[in-house]
């Protein structure tokens, strides 16, 4: 397909993000390529390793393709949501749990959908132009694609910051956050992945990476812990407000774009998914959330205010200052039968 290149390269299954005038947002029929090609592999013994990388230098990935998500949620049909969620996470949980290397070269924008392809494997790349991020509660959905689970693995609390402040990262921040493993110059990627396809030797990328100093956020830890270590929304806003420093007024504007139910179910799912270390419990927490978000959520209006009006302004289900607990609990409990199985539809002969 036109929009994603698979193919075996020497030693490796090459991976690339060709759909450049989208900032190559995933689709559903991307996710299902990545897939298929991820089955294909893992018991072919000719190839050593993945590498996963992307056309244009404006993104890797800058997040999942939203439009017809959102067409169909606002004609009432919510199943086609939902499947495309089931089957991305599926799809992110066997990147997660691949048994051989997956190398990913993230340059420019790596968003949303594209962490859960760029930020799941054993070797993470970034470079000069990165910017990492989980913006989803922006648009009134929870960080998703087992993006909880890299949050809830951060440093102190970063993870509950980044969720819910939808804060960008640069290549050290995205290292110190746990996005990223390596640090290597832009201009040295072709000849590297070149390298890498020849031999399928993947210490040649710990060769080639270097150090860098700590970013603008790692800087601002100590703050971070003192006000994002409160069990609920409620706590840490508290705490902001009772604070006058720059770092509080910046954040609180940051938290205030945001749909506040999303941003209470991001901190509870990032509470529960710490200290277990199984992406299946954290794709399968979120997708009570993702379930649930074009009919009780704020989705559709985030998508509407966000992407297809532009005028920014969205009207939230709830204030921040009035975000009733049971609403949060609500979004976030077990679904019965329509839990997530992790199970792929075999198609019809």
């Not at 017809?68 to 990147?95: C, P, Q, S, V």
């Not at 077990?334 to 992790?342: I, K, S, Y």
Request: with cysteine; charged share 25%.
């Amino acid at each position: 397909m036109s929009d994603i290149h698979i193919r075996i390269a020497g030693h490796t299954g090459r991976i690339t993000f060709t759909r450049t005038k989208a900032l190559n947002a995933l689709s559903y029929d991307m996710c299902i390529a990545i897939e298929n090609a991820l089955d294909a592999w893992r018991e072919n013994d000719a190839i050593k390793m993945i590498v996963i990388d992307a056309e244009g230098d404006k993104a890797f990935c800058a997040g999942g393709d939203i439009a017809e998500l959102y067409k169909t949620g606002m004609n009432g049909d919510y199943a086609y949501g939902r499947k495309f969620w089931a089957d991305e996470y599926r799809m992110n949980a066997k990147l997660f749990e691949f048994p051989k290397p997956v190398a990913s070269f993230m340059q420019g924008f790596t968003m949303g959908g594209g962490v859960g392809v760029g930020c799941h494997g054993s070797h993470r790349v970034v470079g000069d132009s990165s910017q990492i991020a989980m913006p989803e509660v922006g648009i009134g959905l929870v960080p998703d694609v087992g993006g909880s689970l890299i949050l809830a693995q951060a440093p102190g609390r970063l993870g509950e910051y980044l969720g819910l402040t939808a804060a960008r990262l640069a290549a050290a921040d995205a290292l110190h956050a746990g996005f990223a493993d390596y640090y290597i110059p832009e201009e040295k990627w072709p000849a590297l992945i070149v390298q890498l396809e020849e031999t399928g030797d993947w210490s040649l990328i710990d060769a080639a990476a270097q150090d860098l100093a700590p970013g603008a956020i790692a800087q601002q830890t100590a703050q971070i812990s003192t006000h994002f270590g409160g069990e609920r929304l409620s706590d840490i806003l508290t705490s902001l407000q009772n604070d006058d420093s720059a770092f509080s007024q910046d954040t609180l504007k940051k938290l205030t774009r945001n749909s506040p139910i999303a941003m209470g179910a991001a901190l509870e799912l990032i509470h529960r998914v710490r200290g277990t270390p199984e992406i299946r419990f954290a794709l399968d927490q979120e997708y009570r959330f993702t379930f649930r978000a074009m009919e009780h959520g704020d989705f559709l209006e985030g998508i509407r205010a966000q992407i297809i009006d532009k005028d920014r302004n969205p009207h939230w289900k709830h204030t921040l200052d009035a975000l009733p607990p049971m609403a949060v609990t609500n979004m976030v409990l077990p679904l019965g039968a329509d839990r997530l199985t992790f199970e792929k539809e075999e198609p019809t002969p």
